[in-house]
């Protein structure tokens, strides 16, 4: 168990929806990651929070946003789903903001129908 | 941009050693990790690399060359539990600022362990 705590583990819903992916990370990690894992693409790096701040953004989608609370917890909201968002998403955590040892979350398999 | 490569697929017989190699193009190199994911699950970190040389621990190893853009993950008396994706990832450092920027996984290489 790494610590991190990702829900819901599944989530199906149709094209045009809107879901939101929720993340808790490690005790004391202030560093929340979220990255996509599709079977052709591997894990793509969507984007970084520190401490309640974005301080790193990848491919991320302009349908997709992601915000850190005060409780460090973190959500990443997917609008306006397409079939290609279908996808396993992780969520890992860092104590600092240097992409240090990562632990990973169980993630949430998304389907778009 | 960055550029890892790996072989897609490996199969071994339990109690050999493997190599699983992983070659990388990337501006601002700041560290190597390689990660093991098993089908279904999150990866977990096996091992870092950010100065040249071999790192071992345990029944793994890992190898860098930062000047030839090379890594390899080295895994001795395979155990059929060792039948997993090994991902190699590379940190790079954003331009100008000199902070951590990214890190960027390779596809993975799926290992499987046969008897």
């Known amino acids: 168990d790494s610590g991190v705590t990702q829900t819901p583990k599944h989530l199906i819903t149709a094209t045009g929806q809107r879901v939101t992916l929720r993340c808790s990370p490690r005790?004391?990690?202030?560093?929340v990651y979220w990255y996509q894992q599709s079977l052709d693409q591997g894990l793509q790096f969507l984007i970084q929070y520190y401490n309640g701040e974005e301080r790193a953004k990848g491919n991320i989608l302009e349908r997709f946003s992601a915000q850190q609370f005060p409780d460090l917890h973190s959500e990443l909201n997917l609008s306006s789903l397409e079939l290609g968002d279908s996808a396993l998403y992780f969520c890992?955590?860092?104590?600092?903001?240097?992409?240090?040892?990562?632990?990973f979350g169980s993630g949430t398999q998304l389907s778009v129908l | 941009g960055q550029n890892i490569d790996q072989p897609t697929e490996m199969t071994a017989t339990e109690g050999a050693i493997v190599q699983i190699n992983c070659t990388y193009q990337t501006s601002g190199f700041n560290g190597l990790f390689w990660y093991q994911q098993h089908a279904g699950e999150a990866p977990t970190f096996l091992s870092y690399n950010v100065l040249d040389g071999l790192e071992e621990k345990g029944r793994f190893s890992s190898f860098l060359s930062r000047s030839k853009g090379y890594s390899y993950l080295l895994l001795k008396e395979l155990q059929m539990k060792d039948s997993a994706s090994y991902l190699c990832a590379v940190r790079a450092l954003a331009p100008y600022t000199g902070t951590a920027s990214k890190l960027t996984f390779g596809t993975g290489t799926r290992l499987q362990v046969t008897l």
């Open positions: 890992a955590s860092s104590p600092g903001t240097g992409f240090e040892k990562l632990f």
């Open positions: 005790s004391g990690d202030l560093s």
